[in-house]
């Protein structure tokens, strides 16, 4: 069974780092095709993806964010980082951790999701 | 703005049926398949559809994906109250190298 979760700062003020952790089970990221990925959804508004990180460590940015983005994996813990830099209020949202389905690459299962919140 | 381009709400009446478009360009659903997902308030997205037109083990077959050229279409048969949520389509953007989204229906079962 696969479940994902996301951990990391419910607050963050402007300008500050964002650092959130996927820790996730039911699967290896050493795994062929394997992929996690991060996507955001601020209050009242859409999904947004953010970076997906593969199994060989190969790794994809959204072009509107790639400047501020960091995704890393930690094969022996199960977990994969993202980073954000110069945090925004409009950075405001809950940010989802996601498995990428090895063979045709969507997102099948996610994780239950973390607001963040930024605000000085 | 969204990549992908869906229409904010739809409505229907129970046992009636629905359709959500998703609009996109040739170097996302032109090129690349659809998928669909479901998100009840205050839940994570469900993946629907995959594969433009596949159910997931467990999805009811109530609902139906389809693709033409570069838009894509949800349908939802014998509406249910419990169906009322937010569905996003979703592409890869070959242009873009990354995952693009639909902005998102509002589905209201009145």
């Known amino acids: 069974q696969i479940t994902l979760r996301e951990s990391g700062p419910t607050l963050v003020k402007p300008t500050q780092t964002l650092t959130l952790t996927c820790t996730f089970s039911g699967f290896s990221l050493s795994t062929s095709g394997v992929g996690v990925g991060w996507i955001r959804q601020p209050p009242g508004k859409a999904l947004e993806w953010l970076a997906l990180i593969y199994w060989d460590d190969d790794k994809r940015y959204s072009p509107f964010l790639k400047s501020r983005l960091a995704i890393t994996k930690d094969t022996s813990k199960n977990q994969v980082v993202l980073t954000m830099t110069n945090m925004d209020p409009v950075d405001t949202a809950t940010y989802y951790c996601a498995h990428r389905n090895p063979v045709y690459g969507y997102f099948d299962y996610w994780g239950q999701g973390t607001l963040v919140t930024v605000s000085s | 703005q969204s990549v992908l381009t869906q229409p904010p709400s739809a409505s229907g009446t129970p046992g009636q049926r629905v359709t959500i478009s998703c609009s996109g360009s040739s170097s996302n659903i032109g090129s690349n398949s659809v998928y669909w997902y479901q998100q009840l308030p205050g839940t994570a997205p469900k993946l629907l559809i995959y594969?433009?037109?596949q159910r997931p083990s467990g999805v009811p077959d109530r609902f139906s994906g389809s693709k033409s050229g570069t838009s894509a279409s949800l349908a939802i048969s014998g509406l249910r109250s419990e169906d009322e949520a937010d569905y996003y389509c979703a592409a890869w953007d070959d242009s873009l190298s990354g995952w693009v989204f639909g902005g998102g229906t509002k589905l209201t079962v009145l």
């Open positions: 594969r433009n037109n």
